[in-house]
């Protein structure tokens, strides 16, 4: 069930980018994200010609005043939670407190593949995943670590591993699964959900939980892990399709014979799809965070093959503002 805390939440927005930019255009990217009315712009961490995320979260935020920036998700396994965690204290120093750290267990074996690196079962990657998260969490709050577990093993005190942020940096925890969802709800401070899975391999993308109900049931998840803090939990959606029109039931048919797996009704009720004008955007947004309690939507900017929604959920904004 929603709370009031999560009905009452302020409505953040975020845009997350993954094109590499040169120097001045990276800059000018961010400074029109932030423009558009944006909280927070993000980048991916998938190996290939892509904006590396530390890197281009740096540049952004060196760009902008207000913008927060971010990663939507690491893949915990490419890095050691220790290098995370220094590299995220780093990010916090630079930005005055604008980076927020989104982190997930990985899921693209053809990435591990080509960089050499073992890919473990999904069980074994969440484990990897938890004790990195916690580790991680510990040595940004300037806590000691003593820990000797099944993936990692650190025996310091976190001043001498990174510099110590000067407030707290915020921690995205992203996925579908139960047993990451409620990870999610017992340490992270934003849970970030997208309502797909994946294969084994990820060449396949399941619409497991895109609809209203797939919804409610992964809230539910985070919501019995969190206990008392669920009212402190930020929610988070991806929304994994735009379609600006008047003709929102002629757009939902021809996206479902373009992605498959989902009726046109269903995508109209979708609370990971946004069809129809700028209005009628701002209110199924309005409506789903009455619902279902999420308050921070994250859009996708230009992907190879994917067109930027940047412009359009920029006049949303100004309409939910």
Known sequence: MTTDAHRSRPIRFGLTAGLPRPGPQARDFARAVEAAGFDVLTFADHLGPLAPPFSSATAAAMATERLHVGTLVLNNDFRH?????????????????????????????????AAGIPFDGGGVRVSRLAEAAGLIRRLLDGEPVDVDGRHYRVHADAGQLLPQPTRKVPMLIGGNGTRVLQLAGRLADTVGLAGITHNRDATEVRLSHFGAAGLENRVAVVREAAGQRFEEVELNALIQAVVVTDKPRQAAEELATAIGGASPAELLDSPFVLIGTHEQMAEQLAQRQQRFGV???????????????????????????
Not at 81 to 100: C, I
């Open 81 to 113: 939670p220790v290098e995370t965690a220094r590299e995220t204290a780093g990010l916090a120093l630079v930005s005055d407190g604008r980076f927020e750290l989104g982190i997930g267990a990985g899921h693209m074996k053809s990435e591990y593949d």
């Open 295 to 321: 308050s921070y939507w994250t859009v996708f900017d230009e992907l190879p093959g994917r067109a930027s929604t940047m412009r359009d959920i920029a006049e949303v904004i100004k309409l939910l503002r």
